[in-house]
Structures are given as C-alpha cells and as structure tokens.
T-cell receptor
Framework: DTAVSQTPKYLVTQMGNDKSIKCEQN?????MYWYKQDSKKFLKIMFS???????INETVPNRFSPKSPDKAHLNLHINSLELGDSAVYFC???????????FGQGTRLTVV | AQSVTQLGSHVSVSEGALVLLRCNYSSSVPPYLFWYVQYPNQGLQLLLKYTSAATLVKGINGFEAEFKKSETSFHLTKPSAHMSDAAEYFCAVSNTGTASKLTFGTGTRLQVTL
C-alpha cells in the first residue's frame, strides 16, 4: 500500500488547458504539501495544508489552486496552463510532531 | 530565513572510493537538516536527518553526515561508493511548527564509475 500516492504519474497537455493532479495519503498525517521540481531539478515549496487549512502559499500564481477535501487528500488544480508550468510536482506529508516528510512519486507535467 | 548551499552540482567518484557531498546551511535558529536521495524518475527518499541529537548521524545505505555548527556544515559521506549510489542528492533545512517546510539545496548529481 503506497503511503503517498499521486495521480496521474505523467500528464501531457496543451497550453491554455486546465488540469488537476491528485494526492492521497494513508499515513494519517496532518500536514500535506505541494512541491515543484523544475527542469534543473530545483525543488521549491508551493503550498502546505494543515488539517485542511491553507498554511503556506509561496508566491505561486493564482492559476494554481490547491484544494483539500479532507485530511487524506490534497489536490492541485492548474488553470490556463503555460509552458513554464512544465515540471515535476511532488506531494508530501508530515505527521504532527514529526520531522520526516514523506514524498509521493511525483507527477511529471509537460505543457506543449 | 533558512537556506542551504550544496557545493558541486556534479560529483564523480570511482566505485569503492569515498563519497563526499557538501552542504552548508544558514539558519537563525537551530536547524533541522536532512539529506534526501532521488533516483531517476522517482520521488525523494530520506537518507538521514539531524534534529539536535547526536551530531554524527547515520542513515540508510551506509551514508552518514556530521553536523558542524562552527562550520555551518552538514556534509554527506560514504566510505565506499557503489554503482547503485548514482543518483541526485538533496540537502534540506526545515523549520518547526505548523508552518514547517523544507528548503532544499540545488542538488548534487553523484556519478559512480567503474
């Protein structure tokens, strides 16, 4: 059973489209994140949610909208996709009082 | 603000040789420090972490790192490289609390040659 699972693993789409990436965790962790890894492998946090509440929003364009329907899920919706959105998006979780974040396998988004 | 700097975007070693990947941090409070490994087309896997306990931290796959406050460093080492160690390695620092987040270095690609 995968602890942090993301779907889809690969996503190829055209500029201007709207797409969603889903993340589900079965660890019971309170905090969930989205990180973006660009083509140079640089990893940067985008958002974090704690118990369905948005905690961190790191100057991400408002075309990106995270949604946490419950503690086990954190989805990322992207409107009007641009070429520069091409990246690998990682979901991660962190348990209360813990220091170890668990990462999903990533979603490779390619905008053409 | 916290940050980490990884010296060397690409390190190449021979199989059996010492692996040394460098990481320096900047933090106004005692940091939590991490090393993650990323194999091709995979997610990130935690190798080891420093959370203010022992300064020499042992991790998985024979890796270890030493926290040196005086040098603000957290270098990753392995005595003998194996071909399977070839991957991207990321040093990261985090804060604590509800707004906890990881701030990553730019990564170091480790190549292991025969």
């Amino acid at each position: 059973d995968t602890a942090v699972s993301q779907t889809p693993k690969y996503l190829v789409t055209q500029m201007g489209n709207d797409k969603s990436i889903k993340c589900e965790q079965n660890l019971g962790h309170d905090t969930m994140y989205w990180y973006k890894q660009d083509s140079k492998k640089f990893l940067k946090i985008m958002f974090s949610y704690n118990n369905k509440e948005l905690i961190i929003n790191e100057t991400v364009p408002n075309r990106f909208s995270p949604k946490s329907p419950d503690k086990a899920h954190l989805n990322l919706h992207i409107n009007s996709l641009e070429l520069g959105d091409s990246a690998v998006y990682f979901c991660a979780t962190l348990g209360a009082g813990s220091t170890e974040a668990f990462f999903g396998q990533g979603t490779r988004l390619t905008v053409v | 603000a916290q940050s980490v700097t990884q010296l060397g975007s690409h390190v190449s070693v021979s199989e059996g040789a010492l692996v040394l990947l460098r990481c320096n941090y900047s933090s106004s409070v005692p940091p939590y420090l991490f090393w993650y490994v990323q194999y091709p087309n995979q997610g990130l896997q935690l190798l080891l972490k420093y959370t203010s306990a022992a300064t020499l931290v042992k991790g998985i796959n024979g890796f270890e790192a030493e926290f040196k406050k005086s040098e603000t460093s957290f270098h990753l080492t392995k005595p003998s490289a194996h071909m399977s160690d070839a991957a991207e390695y990321f040093c990261a620092v985090s804060n604590t609390g509800t707004a906890s987040k990881l701030t990553f270095g730019t990564g170091t690609r480790l190549q292991v040659t025969l």
